[in-house]
């Protein structure tokens, strides 16, 4: 056999595809209908179904229902919803022509739901009414010219986080740290916040709506954050979506995508959300899980290569629309969980870059007793200050410096070498700093009072108090700030800035605690 026997003639190749092509005859119940060729661990591989479509829904006997996340040359695999035992082999399977959808609606808020928006708490079916939507589980976010700036405060009711790493609706901000650190506290306190100022709105303030997702987390867990709420009255205009660490990994994917369109929903109708993933760490976990299941080529520390893309696209859909669209707005305050601190592991770099700025809970300061234990040099917002009112600018400008200074100085001194004059005065300050910011759980406070107390503690007249004095005054201050009748702390608050008049009342206040510890 000679050389050029061996060599294949690319036109004849072509017409070769194209007769084969064209003599081939697909059955047309294979792209509708298909069978299962082996199921198990809530994935299923299917053969047929040659029009699958990605995030197709597929539906399986005995009423179970799929998505597909993998179309092969030959075969669909497709991740099972709820009790994948009913799947067998050989099993009819049957496309619906559908992407996979969860109903939104007014209803929802004060009702605990799994992802699929069916009630676990045990108060009945939801209520629905004619303006409730079918939203599609993913969509794509907002483009640039639906979107504007991030401007309007989301207070916190926490002072360090207020103070220093403001919020702003509209943007999507970190919480991260090791477990036990008091993520969970941070959001639920802001949820908290966010219904006691819904109870008190001024002319020209929106209410929030908040959706709490949980991510493989105990039920206990769950139910301890639904009562707490519940105990602070929190639930009226809150909605929690819950795939538990007892639920499929399928289902514990599905959860924030359905959280957030949910929020979508609310946000096209033109009023505030925020929404809390706690959190990702779990959900990166569920998906690796599937793709593995799936045979999918793994990566760094066995995650598929999308798993960056699958959190971008999530968090990309929280946003600000312009006035045009209704000037809704979607704020998210992701959480995720790291190991002995470590900040450059693969999952918490990822989300890092994908949101506006993080909050940084650091396990030393927190087993130090400062709760909560916000590292000052490890956190930022990249919104800043566009995002406080001019007032929170006014008195807490120096504030981030100086404690930054504080912590240095501190680890510095340690050590034991004799300080100069200057350098113990920048300590003691420190330590008065970080005490003014100390904040129990379940006690957000109103941003004219966050504000009324900073201004105390920047302004000196907290300095010659004992350490252990320095909360009961500051309370004390801004319960007396309330009870004048020339309103001060509500002229702050709808001024939105410090007037002269207003910072006179302050120190003739402020003056009175000076005497007494004199």
């Not at 066995?302 to 669209?325: M, T, V």
């Amino acid at each position: 056999m000679s050389k050029s026997d061996l060599t294949i003639n690319p036109e004849e190749l072509v017409q070769a595809i194209k007769s084969r092509v064209e003599k081939s005859q697909i059955s047309s119940s294979l792209t509708s209908t298909g069978k299962v060729l082996s199921a198990g661990d809530g994935v299923a591989v299917l053969s047929g179904l040659s029009e699958a479509l990605m995030g197709e829904l597929v539906e399986f006997s005995k009423n179970t229902f799929g998505m597909v996340l993998n179309l092969k040359a030959d075969e669909v695999n497709a991740v099972i919803f709820g009790d994948y035992t009913n799947v067998k082999e050989s099993d009819e399977v049957r496309s619906t022509g559908k992407i996979l959808t969860v109903p939104a609606g007014f209803g929802l808020l004060g009702r605990v739901v799994d992802p699929l928006m069916n009630p676990i708490d045990g108060k009945g079916e939801i209520k629905k009414s004619i303006n409730d939507q079918e939203m599609n589980l993913e969509s794509i976010a907002p483009g640039v010219i639906k979107r504007q700036d991030v401007r309007t405060p989301m207070q916190t009711g926490i002072k360090i986080i207020d103070a220093l790493l403001p919020i702003g609706r509209g943007q999507r901000e970190l919480i991260i740290g090791d477990r036990g650190t008091g993520k969970t506290a941070i959001a639920v306190d802001a949820i908290i916040n966010q219904a006691k100022i819904n109870k008190s709105l001024i002319k020209g303030e929106k209410r929030v709506i908040c959706i709490y997702v949980a991510i493989g987390q105990k039920q206990a867990k769950v139910a301890q954050v639904v009562g707490r709420l519940e105990e602070f009255e929190s639930m009226e205009n809150t909605l929690v979506i819950s795939a538990g660490a007892a639920d499929s990994a399928s289902l514990q994917y599905l959860a924030p995508f359905a959280a957030t369109a949910v929020g979508e929903y609310f946000m096209n109708q033109g009023e505030d959300v925020l929404i809390i993933y706690d959190d990702l760490t779990k959900h990166a976990w569920a998906y690796r899980q599937l793709s593995l299941l799936l045979r999918r080529p793994s990566g760094r520390e066995a995650y598929p290569g999308d798993i960056f893309y699958l959190h971008s696209r999530l968090l990309e859909r929280s946003a600000r629309l312009n006035d045009k669209l209704g000037g809704g707005s979607m704020t998210a305050l992701p959480i995720i969980e790291t190991q002995a601190g470590d900040i450059s592991a693969y999952i918490p770099t990822n989300v890092i870059s994908i949101t506006d700025g993080q909050i940084y809970l650091e396990p030393d300061i927190f087993y130090s007793g400062i709760r909560p234990a916000v590292s000052v040099g490890l956190s930022v917002s990249r919104v800043g200050g566009d995002a406080q009112i001019k007032a929170m600018k006014q008195v807490a400008g120096k504030l981030k410096l100086d404690l930054a200074q504080y912590r240095e100085l501190a680890a510095f001194a340690q050590f034991g070498q004799d300080l100069d004059e200057s350098t113990q005065k920048r300590l003691e300050r420190g330590k008065v700093l970080t005490e003014l910011l100390k904040q129990p759980q379940y006690s957000p406070l109103q941003v004219e009072e966050q504000i009324a107390a900073i201004w105390l503690g920047m302004n000196g007249y907290l300095d010659n108090l004992p350490l252990s004095e320095i909360d009961q005054v500051t309370k004390n201050f801004v319960r007396n700030l309330g009870k004048l009748k020339t309103q001060p702390l509500a002229s702050i608050r709808t001024d939105k800035r410090i007037e002269p008049k207003t910072e006179e009342i302050l120190k003739a206040e402020a003056d009175k605690i000076k005497q007494l510890n004199t």
